[in-house]
């Protein structure tokens, strides 16, 4: 158990549980699927928060093991969160079941799978974890992702792209998760890519974004060039928001790299903007906005914006649309 403190934010409560590894049926998966279960300790018809993790130098932090930051933030928050260990994790390197996977090395579509498979073993979820059973709204579920998690929680809220070996439209769209967040998302494809995203990862050259209908918070850091994968530079982070229709809010955080100030874990050595108040203000603003659009009248979101963009030198400006 963590103790962790949000001043200013409404229903926070003081410490978080969190239980792994979880492990949930998943037919036909190469590799069982394997979650950690955050959660407060008080409280009743919380909602769900699925988080999609991204990929990276570190073995851990592209699992359930990693995004603890935001993680043990989003739990104080009032939220269950739950992370899956994607196919595409550096743990799971050189395991045989995956060797010819056709979607290797980042795993697209069964990312997304991921998520509706723990949707559906929900009851399985809070049998293996009491802590939080008969405590979860299964009706309230938002989803989060960094980068390639941004990529998976778009296509959650609606976004599609073609699959590159078959030309057909993919379409995972799941209906029961209501809002969501992309950090440091991918942008658009085609001409934006740079030469070797479009030679090893041909799945973005197609992505459609106005097919995002879900309501959904982008954010980006403005120093976040990403030029092994994007000619456009930073404003290529933004175009979830650009290019899907409302309802979007897109979150600028002035002078966030990649990272987003650190976001996938403490000290990790491949945050080049190590800053634990920019990840503070991340997690705040994004549990912020994810709750006040799952809980009618939650105040969170005004708060959050209230405390952090409006004093003199605000982490960053939001816009909506």
Do not use: C
Not at 144 to 154: D, I, K, L, P
Not at 248 to 271: P, R, Y
């Amino acid at each position: 158990m963590t103790p962790i403190s949000i001043t200013g934010s409404s229903a926070v409560p003081g410490v978080v549980l969190s239980v792994s590894p979880v492990v949930l049926p998943a037919p036909g998966r190469p590799v069982d699927l394997q979650v950690r279960v955050t959660a407060p300790t008080t409280g009743d018809d919380l909602p769900l928060l699925l988080l999609s993790h991204g990929q990276g130098p570190s073995n851990n932090l592209s699992s359930l093991n990693g995004y603890v930051p935001l993680v043990q933030h989003f739990a104080a928050q009032g939220f269950v969160v739950v992370q899956p260990t994607h196919l595409s994790s550096a743990t799971l390197k050189g395991h045989p079941g995956l060797k010819d996977h056709p979607e290797t090395p980042l795993f697209w579509r069964e990312r997304a799978l991921d998520m509706t498979r723990i949707l559906d073993a929900l009851a399985v979820l809070e049998a293996a974890v009491p802590q939080i059973a008969g405590r979860v709204d299964h009706g309230k579920v938002a989803v989060v992702g960094h980068f390639m998690g941004g990529h998976t929680a778009s296509l959650l809220l609606g976004a599609r792209f073609n699959d590159p070996s078959t030309g057909e439209t993919v379409d995972v769209r799941d209906m029961r998760i209501i809002t969501g967040a992309l950090l440091a998302a991918p942008g658009r494809g085609g001409e934006a890519l740079s030469a070797m995203a479009a030679r090893h990862y041909p799945f973005l050259l197609t992505t459609d974004f106005s097919t995002m209908t879900a309501p959904a918070l982008v954010v980006a850091g403005d120093n976040d060039p990403s030029p092994h994968l994007t000619v456009l530079g930073s404003p290529w982070h933004t175009d979830p928001y650009r290019l899907a229709p409302a309802p979007k809010t897109l979150l600028t955080v002035h002078g966030a790299e990649h990272m987003l100030g650190g976001i996938s874990g403490f000290d990790a050595a491949e945050t080049s903007d190590e800053n634990p108040a920019r990840v503070e203000a991340v997690a705040r603003l994004t549990g912020g906005y994810l709750r006040t659009q799952l809980i009618p009248g939650d105040l969170a979101w005004q708060e959050a914006q209230d405390a952090l963009l409006s004093n003199a030198d605000p982490i960053g400006e939001v816009v909506d649309k």
